[in-house]
Structures are given as C-alpha cells and as structure tokens.
C-alpha cells in the first residue's frame, strides 16, 4: 500500500497564488499516473488535474491555465502549482493514483482556502 502526504496549502487572496506537494511512499510511483484531487464543504471529490507517468497533463475545465500539474518521480513527488486563485478553488486536495482500478488509501490532504 502507497502511503501519501500532501503539503503546502495554507490562506491565500484571490489571485494569489499556492504550490502543492504530494509524496508517495514505494518504488511504484513512477510506473503510475497520479492525480490532484479535491473536495469543497458539502460536495463530492472531484478530479482537476492528472498527469500520465511519463508526464502528459490533463486538467478539469474550471482549472485550465490556471493550474499545472508536474511530477519528479526520482522525488516520488507530484506538485500542483495554483495560480489565479479563486474563492471556488477553496477545498481540501489530495494526490492519488488516476486508475479505473481502487485508488490508495486516502492521505490527510491539505486546506487551500481562498478569501480576502
């Protein structure tokens, strides 16, 4: 089982800006394509940004241009760096694997939240 842990989210303004850091435990890292993933109060988790294991991206239409999403798999790392905030970017995000198979065990995640 991969363990995750996701860091570097934090209050930021509208417009501001936040990178995320997600590292996985294992040697399989590399082999997988991973994904940022976020929940907001009173929805469902949802998908923004994937990026294959040898580095395509693919984001969410609400986050294109916005968002880039980039891995270091000597670093067993994916970031999601976040630009252009805003307020409905607000949520907890997680990093998994993108897989049609069961995902790992969820890590903590980490609150970006966006207001002035």
């Known amino acids: 089982q991969v363990q995750l842990v996701e860091s570097g989210g934090g209050l930021v303004q509208p417009g501001g800006s936040l990178r995320l850091s997600c590292a996985a435990s294992?040697?399989?890292?590399?082999?997988?394509?991973m994904g940022w993933y976020r929940q907001a109060p009173g929805k469902q988790r949802e998908l923004v940004a994937g990026?294959?294991?040898?580095?395509?991206?693919n984001y969410e239409d609400s986050v294109k241009g916005r968002f880039t999403i980039s891995r270091d798999n000597a670093k067993n790392t994916v970031y999601l760096q976040m630009n252009s905030l805003k307020p409905e970017d607000t949520a907890v995000y997680y990093c998994?694997?993108?897989?049609?198979?069961?995902?790992?065990?969820w890590g903590q995640g980490t609150q970006v939240t966006v207001s002035s």
């Open positions: 990026i294959t294991r040898g580095g395509t991206p």
């Open positions: 998994n694997r993108v897989s049609v198979d069961p995902l790992w065990d």
């Open positions: 294992g040697s399989i890292f590399r082999f997988i394509a």
